[in-house]
């Protein structure tokens, strides 16, 4: 499985992001995908994970950002609205398969200015 991370860059306070991650390879392996942080000097963090029939999200964006994906063909996308400089990062995007096995696509920046 292959991931494809973008929509990244600088917004203000108070504005709006929206991240897309794009799949290939065995995508009929994708059992849960999702989106985890990093910001300068912290260590990776939990976002948003989308599991069968149910959405998770860190309490510090819950009713701020959306995960989303269509089905396995179309990407996943994390609408980021209400954005604080907090919010700044490294965000990847994560899938995780039916054997439980993890993967990674590269990071995309998210500069938030005050």
């Known amino acids: 499985v292959q991931l494809q991370a973008s929509g990244g860059g600088l917004a203000q306070t108070g504005g709006s992001l929206r991240l897309s991650c794009t799949t290939s390879?065995?995508?009929?392996?994708?059992?849960?995908m999702g989106w985890y942080r990093q910001a300068p000097g912290k260590q990776r963090e939990l976002v948003a994970m989308?599991?069968?029939?149910?959405?998770r999200y860190s309490s510090s964006v819950m009713g701020r950002f959306a995960v989303s994906r269509d089905n396995m063909y179309t990407p996943m996308y994390l609408q980021m609205n209400s954005l604080k400089p907090e919010d700044t990062g490294v965000y990847y995007c994560?899938?995780?398969?039916?054997?439980?096995?993890?993967?990674w696509g590269q990071g995309t920046q998210v500069t938030v200015s005050s």
């Open positions: 390879g065995n995508i009929f392996s994708i059992n849960d």
């Open positions: 994560y899938a995780r398969d039916k054997r439980s096995r993890g993967y």
């Open positions: 989308m599991s069968t029939n149910i959405n």
